[in-house]
């Protein structure tokens, strides 16, 4: 980007996408759920947003990057936007996510040693047999793989 594009604010929301690296429809998406503050509009009805208004997305994307769910951005965004929060507050929503994250990795790994198992078991040749469909086909087996771990 030019130093003169960097100078001229307000922009178009295909520039604010550009400079902040999120799609001009997830704009409009963050925007409908009021993650990014009503912008101004031209007279003839289009978007004008502010560096702050792009500052503002590029912290949602990296939210977003992170994991964090519209809800945590959400609340993440009125910490960020408030200066007399506490940062202990910032920090309960990060732990939580770090324990989610926790959960879900530890969830995704039964389920690659589950269906590492079976890919062993199966023989993988011209045969009909195949333990694996075997599995997936079988009663009860999501309740098996639910209470594995």
């Known amino acids: 980007m030019s130093v003169r594009a960097a100078a001229h604010w ?13 799609s001009a429809r997830m704009v409009r ?22 560096e702050a208004d792009v500052h503002t997305l590029r912290f949602i994307r990296r939210a977003r990057e992170l994991g964090f769910s519209m809800q945590e951005i ?49 023989h993988g040749d011209q045969r009909p047999e195949c333990p694996i469909l075997d599995e997936l086909a079988a009663p009860g087996a999501a309740a098996q793989a639910g209470s594995a771990g």
């Open 29 to 50: 998406h963050y925007e409908s759920l009021g993650l990014l503050a009503q912008v101004a509009r031209t007279d003839g009805g289009y978007r004008q947003y502010t």
């Open 74 to 122: 959400a609340a993440l965004l009125g910490l960020w936007q408030d200066r007399s929060r506490a940062s202990s507050q910032v920090k309960e929503i990060a732990q939580r996510h770090v324990q989610e994250l926790q959960r879900r990795i530890a969830a995704m790994q039964d389920m690659r040693r589950s269906l590492q198992a079976l890919v062993e078991c199966c």
């Open 10 to 22: 307000p922009v178009a929301i295909g520039e604010a996408a550009a400079r902040s690296g999120v």
